[in-house]
T-cell receptor, first 109, second 114 residues
């Protein structure tokens, strides 16, 4: 069963725009929620992560918003750049990691 | 720091052959994870080790798959016999403590079984 549901499957954004990717989870035991970025031919790399005791975390142009009651969290990429074009995975962990299906982001110049 | 090292990077083999994938985790990390990535199924956790001991192998698809971690600096994932549906990218990742902290992924091994 899919423990972490991610949407959309693909996303096209203009340069300078905001990219938003959403995830929902079911297991309330999860206590660590990272986002990974993967470029073609590379392994996933941690982008930003949050724990459920905070509602938002920002690192540069990347922000995680976390809604514990709704069991949802999202990634916002501000001022999206062509170099941000990659596949993004949300995940949830309670000791091991369960990944969402991924979102392929394309930022057009 | 060299990061997680995987070998080979690419492997092409014929159906029925044995395949062994190798991983060297980051020094000092005590948890190691094997993942499989395909277009259809995304990133799947196959097995993970903590302090060289297998903790959860429920993701291993069949008895044809086996994994070992003889010491803290080396792990193998073996497929015997291999089948075309095993074609995927296999990633190894390591972390300080059972995934509660950042997992560092290797570059992956792209396996093609013909």
């Amino acid at each position: 069963q899919q423990q972490v549901k991610q949407s959309p499957q693909s996303l096209i954004v203009q340069k300078g725009g905001i990219s938003i990717i959403n995830c929902a989870y079911e297991n309330t035991a999860f206590d660590y929620f990272p986002w990974y970025q993967q470029f073609p031919g590379k392994g996933p790399a941690l982008l930003i992560a949050i724990r459920p005791d905070v509602s938002e975390k920002k690192e540069g142009r990347f922000t995680i918003s976390f809604n514990k009651s709704a069991k949802q969290f999202s990634l916002h990429i501000m001022d999206s750049q062509p170099g941000d074009s990659a596949t993004y995975f949300c995940a949830a962990s309670r000791g091991d990691m369960r990944f969402g299906a991924g979102t392929r982001l394309t930022v057009k110049p | 720091d060299a990061g997680v090292i995987q070998s080979p990077r690419h492997e092409v083999t014929e159906m029925g052959q044995e395949v062994t994938l190798r991983c060297k985790p980051i020094s000092g990390h005590n948890s190691l994870f094997w993942y499989r990535q395909t277009m259809m199924r995304g990133l799947e956790l196959l097995i993970y080790f903590n302090n060289n001991v297998p903790i959860d192998d429920s993701g291993m698809p069949e008895d044809r798959f086996s994994a070992k971690m003889p010491n803290a600096s080396f792990s193998t994932l073996k497929i015997q016999p291999s089948e075309p549906r095993d074609s995927a990218v296999y990633f190894c990742a390591s972390s300080l403590n059972r995934g509660r902290y950042e997992q560092y992924f290797g570059p992956g091994t792209r396996l093609t079984v013909t």
